[in-house]
């Protein structure tokens, strides 16, 4: 009995340092949580014509490495669907921002992977739910190189595409913003701001709370921005990735201040 107690004890200590390490790594992630992801890829996703022609499905997994800083510095492709799929695939996961990986919550240079499903009964309901097959924009080129630009770079900002329906943003926020039953309850005031970019095909992605607000009301914030589109950014004759920040207030004693959002000139 002795022996065996004595051979467990040796099995935790071995097994302990093992879990440690395990525990002391956190992969490298985008910046988006995962439902935020998700919401990307359904508006962002493009399924290639020749590939819809050609009834081609799959997945497409990714492999890249990350510096500690979070800037991709390689990416290929590790399972292959077909040039135009693996094409897509790319250009969706070179718009993504990442956090580096982590060793004992220091950011370090790693290598991992990320998969992106092309499935055609699945892209025909994301079409028929978003309102479109892909946008674009074609008074100016796009800028090729993915750069992310603040508003104080360009040479004209994104603005927002307001339905007739609307006098404008603030309306549109005003008309469309719920204030959340939970934070009505609990009394909860005060404001999220969210900071994400627009994409030359006016969507916004890499959502990311930046002033956070319990109740609801960061998810309320959230539901409001994604039903805004843009024209997007420029700079001389392109059309450009921008920076950009959004306030929402919530205030319970003030109906209408509470739905009215606080524009900032982003930087980078």
Request: with cysteine; glycine share 6%.
């Amino acid at each position: 009995m002795k022996t065996a107690t004595i051979f467990i004890s040796f099995l935790v200590c071995l097994l302990l340092p093992m879990q440690a390490d395990a525990q002391s790594y956190t992969a490298p992630s985008p910046i988006m949580t995962k439902k935020l992801l998700k919401d990307f890829i359904h508006a962002h996703i493009v399924y290639p014509e020749e590939a819809k022609r050609a009834h081609t499905e799959g997945n497409v997994v990714l492999n890249f490495n990350i510096d500690k800083n979070g800037q991709i510095t390689d990416r290929w492709v590790s399972k292959h669907v077909s040039d135009a799929i693996d094409s897509s695939a790319l250009q969706l996961f070179d718009l993504i921002i990442w956090n580096p990986a982590t060793s004992y919550g220091i950011p370090i240079e790693s290598t991992s992977e990320f998969e992106i499903s092309y499935n055609l009964k699945k892209y025909a309901k994301y079409v028929k739910s978003r309102g479109y097959d892909q946008i674009i924009y074609k008074d100016f080129g796009i800028d090729s190189s993915n750069s992310i630009y603040s508003l104080k770079q360009l040479t004209a900002p994104p603005k927002p595409i307001i339905s007739d329906k609307y006098d404008g943003l603030e309306d549109l926020i005003y008309k469309e913003m719920k204030y959340p039953e939970e934070a009505q309850k609990l009394g909860i005031k005060g404001s999220v701001t969210l900071s994400f970019i627009i994409e030359v095909n006016g969507l916004p992605s890499n959502i990311y709370i930046e002033e956070n607000l319990g109740g609801g009301c960061c998810e309320e914030s959230i539901r409001i921005l994604q039903l805004i589109k843009w024209a997007p950014g420029i700079i001389e004759d392109l059309y450009v990735r921008t920076k950009y920040e959004m306030k929402f207030y919530f205030n319970p004693a003030d109906n209408r201040s509470k739905h009215i959002p606080n524009q900032s000139n982003s930087g980078l």
